[in-house]
């Protein structure tokens, strides 16, 4: 079983609507990234969190640390905003020294139509 | 704003060359990883690298790969003898040191193809 699931893997949205992917994961972690890839590869990091809920213009990531659950909400969404996103949690270290190290879900590829 | 550099951008290699993949982390940094996606399928770990030693590494990251920090602003992985499972967009990362809160910077990556 992957530590870390998204869903949905696919999702197709009309330009203007609101979208949520979500992402749960099955360990301890100490922090959550949320990821965003474009179809050059290349990884920009959306947000990080460890509690609560963080806003950044039309993206707004909130975490439930009880429930081990992450949603991603985009609104307004824009073509621009196809892209992969990805979650990625920095599992916890109990007792030890954590370096880091993450550990990603498979991505939510999603496109968006005018 | 500060960046994390990869250089090459795509590396085409035969079987069983060595390449070696470099890196420019941001310049206050101190945590550096390494990660790869082969097509199509999600991002995996390699390894991790603090106070110039391996801090963490995974299975795949076997004695074909290795890494080091030459000097102060370069990071970088060989890959010994590459075979055709190598093929795979290699990510470096960076972080400033201390807390888990730290976020991680990626750098664009570099296409690998081993034919």
């Known amino acids: 079983k992957n530590e870390v699931e998204q869903s949905p893997q696919n999702l197709t949205a009309q330009e203007g609507e609101f979208i949520t992917i979500n992402c749960s994961y099955s360990v301890g972690i100490s922090a959550l990234h949320w990821l965003q890839q474009h179809p050059g590869g290349g990884i920009v990091s959306l947000f990080m969190?460890?509690?609560g809920k963080k806003k950044h213009g039309r993206l707004i990531a909130t975490i439930n640390i009880q429930e081990k659950h992450s949603s991603l909400h985009i609104t307004a969404s824009h073509p621009r905003d196809s892209a992969v996103y990805i979650c990625?949690?920095?599992?916890?270290?109990?007792?030890?020294?954590?370096?880091?190290?993450?550990?990603f879900g498979q991505g939510t590829i999603l496109t968006v139509h005018p | 704003e500060p960046e994390v550099t990869q250089t090459p951008s795509h590396q085409v290699t035969q079987m069983g060359q060595e390449v070696i993949l470099r890196c420019v982390p941001i310049?206050?940094?101190?945590?550096f990883y390494w990660y790869r996606q082969i097509l199509g399928q999600k991002v995996e770990f390699l390894v991790s690298?603090?106070?110039?030693?391996?801090?963490?590494k995974s299975e795949i990251f076997d004695d074909q790969f290795s890494v080091e920090r030459p000097d102060g602003s370069n990071f970088t992985l060989k890959i010994r003898s590459t075979k055709l499972e190598d093929s795979a967009m290699y990510f470096c990362?960076?972080?400033?040191?201390?807390?888990?809160?730290?976020?991680?910077?990626f750098g664009p990556g570099t296409r690998l193809t081993v034919l």
């Open positions: 990362a960076s972080r400033v040191a201390g807390g888990y809160y730290n976020e991680q910077f």
């Open positions: 990625a949690v920095r599992v916890a270290n109990a007792g030890g020294t954590s370096y880091g190290k993450l550990t």
């Open positions: 969190l460890s509690s």
């Open positions: 310049s206050n940094h101190l945590y």
């Open positions: 690298f603090y106070n110039n030693e391996i801090s963490e």
